[in-house]
Structure formats: C-alpha cells, structure tokens
Nanobody, 119 residues
Framework: QVQLVESGGGLVQAGGSLRLSCAAS????????MGWYRQAPGKQRELVAS???????NYADSVKGRFTISRDNGRNTVYLQMNSLKPEDTAVYYC?????????????WGQGTQVTVSS
C-alpha cells in the first residue's frame, strides 16, 4: 500500500521554471526507484527522469541539461526541477515509485499534475 501525492504543476511561459514534488506514504519498508513520466494529448506516456535510492539518475534526451531529479529519502519525496521550459514540455506529469512491502515489490502511480508551457 503506497500512496503518491503530487504537486507543483501549473501554467508558465516558455523559458520559465517549475518544481514538481511527489510524496510517498503508506505501509512499506523502503522506496526504491522513483521517477517522473509525462503524457501529452495523443501520445503515449514516456519516462522523463528516474532516480534510484542511492541517487543514480537517468534522463530522457529531450530534457537533459534542463531538468533535475532529486529525492529526500527521509521524507520519501521525489522532486523534478524543470528549467528553460519549452512548449513541447506541455503534458500531464506522473510520479512513479517502486516500494518494498510485506507482500513484495509494489509499483504505483500518482494522480498526475498538469504542466502547460505557452509560447
């Protein structure tokens, strides 16, 4: 049982910045990998960035150098700092996390938060 609560989405102009947050709660021993995905209208959901419990990161080529993923293990929270935003970044952004529970590994998703970047 893992609940993921996201925040930080909004409307910004091209070149602006946003920071997304996702806090995990529930019954689990630890949160392992965490990541951010996004889905634009008419497109499939794609990985934006991920981070392991130890801090190893992975980014989509389209966001390298502009986005930064980080996490606070003590607060079970993952962040996505988005700078130099472009209109093509417009999408619903979803938090994903894999957790170790009594029943084994659990994978869950947040509700999604809208990011809109205007020209």
């Amino acid at each position: 049982q893992v609940q993921l609560v996201e925040s930080g989405g909004g409307l910004v102009q091209a070149g602006g910045s946003l920071r997304l947050s996702c806090a995990a709660s529930g019954s689990f021993f630890s949160i392992n990998n965490m990541g951010w995905y996004r889905q634009a209208p008419g497109k499939q959901r794609e990985l934006v960035a991920s981070i392991s419990r130890g801090g190893t990161t992975n980014y989509a080529d389209s966001v390298k150098g502009r986005f930064t993923i980080s996490r606070d293990n003590g607060r079970n929270t993952v962040y996505l700092q988005m700078n130099s935003l472009k209109p093509e970044d417009t999408a619903v952004y979803y938090c994903n996390a894999g957790a170790y529970t009594k029943s084994g590994m659990y994978n869950g998703w947040g509700q999604g938060t809208q990011v809109t970047v205007s020209s």
